[in-house]
């Protein structure tokens, strides 16, 4: 009796297929910049196109499927993530927009890029006022930023010596030190700026992550 010889399967060695996978994975990830880049530069401004860069860089590293859906999708949902940190939709910010618009500008429907966003918001675990994807005019006054854990006790570090603010920066725990920023000026009569931001969103609490995951859509846009 004669043996049979196998077929051929016709596929890819394992090595050359991961390397086509990871190839079209980056060929998405750049058309998507060039969308983000593009609609933040026309709508938006550079600190929205920063962060829209960042975030793909960021979803690159942890192999998000960038490559499967449309570009205009992905790019869709991320300026859609990073605008649901930073309150875009708010009509007091500048800038700001709609879901509605966002999702207009990018020729999708708003259902495919909130499902974007929240496949974005669930990878990178993002809250409101996220301090890692926060626009710098929000940084100042954002609380999450600057409430840190000192010899045991939580405080807000800008109230510390500025040794202790020295060695939070020194450590990258915050973006810059606050006794080298100068007070804003405020015009008489004026109250402090309020941030309004979700009450309990303490982002190192367990509590905070749990309802985090069961988070089935942003608080902002609809």
Known sequence: MTKKKKKKCGRMPLQENLEAAVNKRWEAADRIVELTNTFCMKHLDGDYRELCEDMIAELLDMDTALERGKPAGWAGGIVHAVGFVNFLQDASQSPHMTSSQIA????????????????????????????????????????????LEIDGFIMDIRQAPRAAQEEAYRLGLIPFIP?????????????????RFP???????KAQSERKRNDNGPTLFE
């Not at 080298?180 to 009569?189: L, T, V």
């Not at 009450?199 to 609490?205: E, L, P």
């Open 179 to 195: 006794a080298d920023e100068p007070e804003p000026e405020r015009s008489p009569g004026s109250g402090a700026k309020i941030i």
């Open 104 to 147: 207009e500008g990018f020729g999708i429907s708003q259902q495919t890029m909130q499902s974007k966003s929240k496949i974005i918001r669930d990878e990178l675990d993002l809250i409101q006022l996220d301090p890692d994807w926060c626009v710098p005019a929000l940084l100042r006054d954002n609380p999450l930023v600057w409430m």
């Open 199 to 205: 009450s309990g969103h303490d982002k190192h609490s």
